[in-house]
């Protein structure tokens, strides 16, 4: 199985900075790799496709990168409503695997 | 406008069955892949399997591959997934996500509002 390695666990910052998440697989998932947020009590919603491509109406301060095995999740000019858990997900091979989560709090 | 409508929450004991239901509208299952995914209090995605409900294919995780049973009805239009053998360690939300992969529609862009089974005596 390919194991998906999620940092930071947490995450602490001020509205209007940029943060980063990073993922990184234990093999090569050629850019198979989505990014997720979930709020408490909701379901996980797309944020990110093909490591790069931003799902139908997400807020352009969000963006991805990466290839191979190392990939992430920048939010540029952090908002309120950006606090939330993010998952990655590698669906190049089964079974699908999900990061840990990191959890994202205002400062 | 494509949803998944997923079945109420479930109370089970343990080493009984329960078996939750999505019912998908707005797009016919049997051009989709139709996955599984659970989430344990307080913790993360665990991805449980998928199934093809134009031909019955299912491929799981290992874990899972004597826990749960995909099945879908076309007729209906509704996936489903039955958990066996119940332990407390079951104790979570389940949610069924759409692959619409004929379409350019990203895989996991629509999902269910996830179903709580609490296992307990």
């Known amino acids: 199985d390919i194991q998906m390695t999620q940092s930071p666990a947490s995450l602490s910052a001020s509205l209007g900075e940029t943060v980063t998440i990073e993922c990184r697989a234990s093999e090569d998932i050629y850019n198979g790799l989505a990014w997720y947020q979930q709020k408490p009590g909701k379901s996980p919603q797309l944020l990110i496709y093909?490591?790069?491509s931003l799902h139908t109406g997400v807020p352009s301060r969000f963006s991805g990168s990466g290839s191979g095995t190392q990939y992430s999740l920048k939010i540029n000019s952090l908002q309120s409503e950006d606090v939330a858990s993010y998952f990655c997900?590698?669906?190049?091979?089964?079974?699908?695997?999900f990061g840990s989560g990191t959890k994202l709090e205002i400062k | 406008e494509v949803q998944l409508q997923q079945s109420g929450a479930e109370l089970g004991k343990p080493g009984t069955s329960v078996k939750l239901s999505c019912k998908v509208s707005?797009?016919?299952?049997?051009?989709?892949?139709m996955h599984w995914v659970n989430q344990r209090p307080g913790k993360g995605l665990e991805w449980i399997g998928r199934i093809d409900p134009a031909n019955g294919n299912t491929i799981y995780a290992e874990k899972f591959k004597s826990k749960a049973t995909l099945t879908a009805d076309t007729s209906s239009n509704t996936a489903y997934m039955q958990l066996s053998q119940l332990k407390s360690d079951d104790t979570a939300i389940y949610f069924c996500?759409?692959?619409?992969?004929?379409?350019?529609?990203?895989?996991?862009?629509?999902w269910g509002q996830g179903t709580l089974v609490t296992v307990s005596s």
């Open positions: 093909n490591a790069n």
């Open positions: 996500a759409m692959d619409q992969f004929l379409t350019t529609v990203p895989p996991f862009a629509y």
């Open positions: 707005g797009y016919n299952i049997r051009s989709t892949y």
């Open positions: 997900q590698q669906y190049y091979d089964y079974p699908f695997t």
